[in-house]
């Protein structure tokens, strides 16, 4: 039956004797108060009209709603356009981000960045040194550059030397954010990747390396060579971050082999000392024996030209003498003589007597003759000499000839 006048009650009501028309529900409010349309929608217009109403009431002064309106969209729009100021710390790194992907990163200082919700802002420390421990974890409170072993872990520090021995390598990474984009982005656990690959190349460097310079010398070239290799393949990674130092904190053979190992390192050490206490004199032996034989070279040298030069002197002299004496053989064979004797009797105690004398037996102490002379010093207080020697000069012949 229709909701109509033209049916139902016949006096133009509903079926239920509801006097006002339109249905049901009633006539529907004139003049906009019901918020609907005419054709039974809502009514945008008047839903507009109801906010501009409920703002006037809220602000005073109901001519100026528009230029509030204004302000107050103005100093929203303000506010939100100066969130975009950031500051980075003088130990960060800002890495902006434009709908969660990487876009650029930013210096220490202020900057500028658009306002959420394009663009934000990570501030990672970049300058903060990090430790990551190989073969062992340290405690919680253990400094940082000296970390103390708490717990080994046997996985990561058994290492097979290059002679096939095995040894025990405990060592710790240290290493910073270098690029905070690269760090952030390029791998998924940046320091599970710097213990993995620092772990790989340790056991290349030291497979390659004997066990006894593993031990001694080789510890700061087996640094160096990890430090290196490690970084090398970070960098291929694209990863963002750089190795400060590897610090070898224990190398040592295992525990159970330690005790046999250190008695076979102290006989190497002896054999080392030995070794170097023979170089020691080696070097100080040989350089004397050769000084020593340099000087009785010399000398050497030097009596055989002091010899040669008095053999030629003895033979020039004799040459001279044969020379005078085939002019003068008497007088050379006198003077001869007399040379001789004055050489002679310049080294030996003689006794004079005069031949003149007749009658006289001469007393000749023979014994205190033959004994040695006194001391320049000691012959004031020493006995008087002996009396010298008697010695009859030859006496030459009528030719000049002696006796």
Excluded: C, H
Excluded at 153 to 166: K, Y
């Amino acid at each position: 039956m229709p909701w109509n006048s033209s049916g139902g009650s016949g006096q133009g009501g509903s079926p239920w004797g509801n006097p006002r028309p339109g249905g049901p529900w009633g006539q529907p409010p004139q003049g906009g108060g019901g918020g609907r349309s005419p054709g039974g929608g809502p009514d945008l217009d008047e839903a507009i009209r109801q906010a501009q109403d409920a703002l006037r009431r809220f602000l005073p002064g109901g001519g100026g709603t528009g230029k509030w309106i204004g302000i107050g969209a103005v100093v929203l729009l303000g506010l939100w356009a100066a969130s975009g100021i950031y500051r980075v710390q003088p130990d960060e790194q800002g890495v902006v981000m434009r709908f969660g992907a990487f876009n650029r990163t930013t210096m220490p200082g202020l900057n500028y960045r658009l306002p959420w919700p394009v663009e934000s802002v990570t501030t990672p420390r970049v300058t903060r040194i990090n430790r990551i421990d190989v073969g062992f974890r340290a405690s919680s409170d253990a400094p940082l550059t000296r970390p103390v072993p708490a717990r080994d872990v046997i996985e990561e520090s058994l290492m097979l030397t290059g002679d096939e021995n095995i040894i025990d390598i405990d060592f710790a990474v240290f290493w910073r954010i270098r690029d905070a984009g690269e760090y952030l982005f390029n791998t998924r656990n940046p320091e599970q990747t710097v213990k993995l690959a620092a772990e790989s190349v340790m056991r290349e460097v030291v497979g390659r390396t004997p066990i006894q310079p593993a031990l001694t010398e080789a510890r700061a070239e087996i640094e160096q060579a990890v430090r290196t290799g490690t970084q090398f393949i970070l960098d291929q990674y694209g990863s963002g971050i750089e190795l400060a130092q590897i610090q070898l904190l224990k190398v040592e053979p295992p525990a159970e082999v330690i005790d046999t190992f250190r008695d076979v390192q102290r006989a190497n050490a002896d054999r080392e000392r030995m070794r170097n206490e023979a170089e020691a004199y080696r070097n100080d032996i040989i350089p004397r024996a050769r000084g020593e034989g340099q000087r009785m070279i010399q000398e050497a040298e030097g009596y055989k030209e002091s010899q040669v030069a008095r053999a030629r002197g003895e033979a020039s002299r004799f040459t001279s003498i044969l020379s005078a004496y085939q002019v003068a053989q008497d007088v050379t064979i006198r003077r001869l003589y007399l040379e001789t004797m004055e050489e002679i009797l310049r080294r030996n105690p003689k006794i004079l007597v005069d031949d003149r004398l007749q009658g006289v037996v001469p007393y000749l102490p023979l014994d205190g003759a033959t004994q040695p002379a006194a001391p320049p010093r000691a012959a004031a207080a020493a006995a008087p000499p002996a009396p010298p020697a008697v010695l009859n000069p030859p006496r030459a012949n009528a030719q000049g000839g002696a006796r």
